[in-house]
Structure formats: structure tokens, C-alpha cells
């Protein structure tokens, strides 16, 4: 298992954001949350970066914010940034590449950004190239695995703690596999990050 994405993954893919130059955005921490909205997971973890006044980025699913629209307001207004993780949370690999543009564009009717998230970070380079011409492709430089039966509460702390690094973009997600893990490792991050001298920004491109 993983924390930082395999130098050869990064190789495949140059064009796409893994994290940001030190130069340019200083001491700043990108916090990212994949798979929301949910609403018994996402309200508190809006509540916790308040507390730390933390912006964020959340990679929505086009389906969530579909059936929990309030939530997905909530976010954007409190000053989040919000992003696409697809309509359906589709891998890319194995999925032709008319199937997995139709679900970014049926998310598209929900969700507006000029972000995408791919879900499992699982894309192809054809599917890369196109989907680049119409949005910038985040991806992460620390992985949290904060939804894994196999990574404790401490464990996914110390994927930030460890390897947190200016300019870093760290994933985390507010669904209710992670809740669990997120509840207890995200307040504890925020107070590391900031005894560290870390501002936590959401992403603007």
C-alpha cells in the first residue's frame, strides 16, 4: 500500500496536477475530498475546517449532489472549492472512452467546475488527453487511504503527518467508508498543519 503516488504513475502522466511548486504557493497545503456529498459525513467535516479555518477542495459525485443538493450548496458556501469525481465514480481503465467522457458530462449538469478527479486515479492517456481540453485533471501527491479496513485511524494521520510537504495535495473522503478514520485523523492533521505553518487553501486554477 501506498502513500505517494509510484514515480512511474507521475511518469505516465506529467501533464496532470500532482501537486503544486514550493515557489509558487509557498507553505500551502491542498486538502482534497473525494466522494461526497454525504450528508451525516460532509457537515462535520465542514464544521472541522471552519474550526481551523481551512479551505478545501471536495471532488463531488455528480449522482450525490444529484440527490443531496443542499449539501453540495453548503459547500460552496462556505468558501470551498468544488470539483467533479465523475457522475458515477467509473473506472477509466477497461471503459471505452464515449462511456467515461458521457459520465463526466451527465456530472456536468450538476456539478460546476473546470476540476476533475478521476475515481481510483484510474484513467487512460487517451482519456487524459481528451478530457484535459476541457478541464485541469488533479490528481494527489499523498493519499490517505482513510477508507481502507487495513490502515488504522493513526496510520491515516501519519500519511499526512510523514508526508505532507509544501505544495502537497492530500486526499481524504467524506463518505461514510472513510467516516471512521476521517472523523478521527482530520482535526488532528488540521492541528499539525498549523503547528507546522501550513495554510490549507482550496485549489483555484
Not at 493519499?143 to 505544495?167: E, I, N
Request: charged letters at 30%.
Amino acid at each position: 500500500m501506498y502513500f505517494r503516488p509510484p514515480k512511474l504513475l507521475k511518469r505516465l502522466f506529467p501533464s496532470l496536477i500532482w501537486n503544486f511548486p514550493e515557489e509558487e504557493v509557498g507553505r500551502t497545503i491542498f486538502l482534497t475530498f473525494d466522494d461526497g456529498p454525504t450528508p451525516e459525513v460532509t457537515p462535520r467535516v465542514l464544521d472541522t475546517l471552519d474550526k481551523y479555518e481551512a479551505k478545501a477542495t471536495f471532488f463531488c459525485l455528480g449522482k450525490n449532489v444529484e440527490q443531496h443538493p443542499e449539501v453540495y450548496n453548503e459547500i460552496r458556501g462556505r468558501g470551498h472549492a468544488v470539483g467533479s469525481h465523475s457522475y458515477s465514480h467509473q473506472k477509466g481503465w477497461g471503459m471505452s472512452l464515449s462511456r467515461y467522457i458521457e459520465d463526466y458530462n451527465f456530472s456536468d449538469s450538476f456539478i460546476e467546475t473546470n476540476l476533475i478527479r478521476p475515481p481510483y486515479g484510474r484513467i487512460t492517456p487517451r482519456q487524459a488527453k481528451v478530457l484535459s481540453e476541457r478541464y485541469k485533471i488533479i490528481m494527489w501527491d499523498v493519499l490517505t487511504h482513510d477508507y481502507s479496513r487495513t490502515v488504522s485511524r493513526k496510520g491515516c494521520l501519519k500519511a499526512v503527518t510523514k508526508h505532507a510537504r509544501p505544495g502537497s495535495i492530500i486526499v481524504f473522503h467524506d463518505s461514510k467508508k472513510a467516516e471512521k478514520n476521517l472523523i478521527y485523523a482530520l482535526p488532528r492533521a488540521l492541528e499539525f498543519l498549523k503547528k507546522e505553518g501550513y495554510e490549507c487553501r482550496r485549489i483555484e486554477l
